[in-house]
Antibody, heavy 123, light 107 residues
Framework: QVQLQESGPGLVKPSETLSLTCAVS????????WSWVRQPPGKGLEWIGY???????NSNPSLKRRVTMSVDTSKSHFSLNLTSVTAADTAIFYC?????????????????WGQGILVTVSS | EIVMTQSPVTLSVSPGERATLSCRAS??????LAWYQQKPGQAPRLLIY???DRAPSIPARFSGGGSGTEFALTISSLQSEDFAVYYC?????????FGGGTKVEIK
């Protein structure tokens, strides 16, 4: 079955770069679009961005200048970098699979999610 | 950006009762709306997409309705495992946006 697993440091210092990886198993990373969503503790969900294996990306304008994403098809994982973090970036970060229609066209809701990883920004 | 507003923030319901959750979009999202359920310490789980279609393995007691700017998620007879937070998400326009959530708690 499809599984996603986030990994990365749980603590990042202010002004540094948050780097996370999502390992994909049970499906081909080339077939789908992949996304990042975050959730500050006790709060709601915020979409960060998506990436396709070709390098096609799109991200939330609220974060666009600080977000970069990449895919490594050989390792079947994709990654998120968020630069210049502050305490406001403290959140649980989820990776998720973008769904698709019968023509294999992406439909931008999320049908599989990782378990999430809490990243705290603190000195 | 399309703002998604969910109401109520908290809904107190007795097991076996019906629950209706609302989601309103600041402008039309057609039927490009999904609902998710999130339990404490867990990732969100897809319930409904296309405003009305149940995701695989989702029980029939969950149903979605609406289009345009007004949507509803109905749980026909609440089971103990349904007490959770529910989020709507529009995927009609960029950026993708979520509602603030409705917590369904035991009355």
């Amino acid at each position: 079955q499809v599984q996603l697993q986030e990994s990365g440091p749980g603590l990042v210092k202010p002004s540094e770069t948050l780097s996370l990886t999502c390992a994909v198993s049970g499906t081909s990373i080339r077939r789908y679009y992949w996304s990042w969503v975050r959730q500050p503790p006790g709060k709601g969900l915020e979409w960060i961005g998506y990436i396709y294996y070709s390098g096609n990306t799109n991200s939330n304008p609220s974060l666009k200048r600080r977000v970069t994403m990449s895919v490594d098809t050989s390792k079947s994982h994709f990654s998120l970098n968020l630069t210049s973090v502050t305490a406001a970036d403290t959140a649980i970060f989820y990776c998720a699979r973008v769904s698709y229609d019968t023509s294999a066209y992406p439909i931008y809701y999320f049908d599989y999610w990782g378990q999430g990883i809490l990243v705290t920004v603190s000195s | 950006e399309i703002v998604m507003t969910q109401s109520p923030v908290t809904l107190s319901v007795s097991p076996g009762e019906r629950a209706t959750l609302s989601c309103r979009a600041s402008r039309s999202v057609s039927s490009n709306l999904a609902w998710y359920q999130q339990k404490p310490g867990q990732a969100p789980r897809l319930l409904i997409y296309g405003a009305t279609d149940r995701a695989p393995s989702i029980p029939a007691r969950f149903s979605g309705g609406g289009s345009g700017t007004e949507f509803a998620l109905t749980i026909s007879s609440l089971q103990s495992e349904d007490f959770a937070v529910y989020y709507c998400q529009q995927y009609d326009n960029w950026p993708l946006t979520f509602g603030g959530g409705t917590k369904v708690e035991i009355k």
